[in-house]
C-alpha cells in the first residue's frame, strides 16, 4: 500500500527545535518532489508547500516565513523526508502535511500522496 506518514509533531516551547519526518511506504522519493504544507488552526490549508525537496531537479525551497530557520533534507535510500525546525515561534502551531508528486520540482501546488498530518503546538 502506498503511504506517506508523518512523525515528530508535538509541543514545544517558542524558541525551541522539533524534528518532523515524512515516511514513504510503498515507493520510495527518487524522481519525485516532497514538499511540507501545514494548516493553522481555523485556517485553510496551505495551497503551496512552505517547504520542499526534489530529487527529479535537486532543488529545495523554502517560504520566507522559515527561510534560515527550516531545513529539509532526506535520507540516502529516498524513503524518508526530514524537516528540522528551529526557532519555532506560535505562528508555527498547525497541523502539518507532507505530500509528493512523481517528476516535478519545488515547490508543490498538488499532489499525488498526502500525508494524514502531524500537529505541531508552539506554547509562548
Known amino acids: 500500500e502506498v503511504q506517506l506518514v508523518e512523525s515528530g509533531g508535538g509541543l514545544v516551547q517558542a524558541g525551541g527545535s522539533q524534528r518532523l519526518s515524512c515516511a514513504a511506504s510503498g515507493f520510495t522519493f527518487d524522481d519525485y518532489a516532497v514538499g511540507w504544507f501545514r494548516q493553522a488552526p481555523g485556517k485553510e490549508l496551505e495551497g503551496i508547500s512552505f517547504s520542499c525537496i526534489s530529487s527529479y531537479d535537486d532543488s529545495t525551497f523554502y517560504e520566507d516565513s522559515v527561510e534560515g530557520r527550516f531545513t529539509i533534507s532526506t535520507d540516502s535510500a529516498k524513503t524518508t523526508v526530514y524537516l528540522q525546525m528551529t526557532s519555532l515561534k506560535p505562528e508555527d502551531t498547525a497541523v502539518y502535511h507532507c505530500?509528493?508528486?512523481?517528476?516535478?520540482?519545488?515547490?508543490?501546488?498538488?499532489?499525488?500522496?498526502w500525508g494524514l498530518g502531524t500537529q505541531v503546538t508552539v506554547s509562548s
Open positions: 505530500a509528493a508528486l512523481s517528476r516535478a520540482g519545488c515547490p508543490l501546488r498538488k499532489a499525488t500522496y
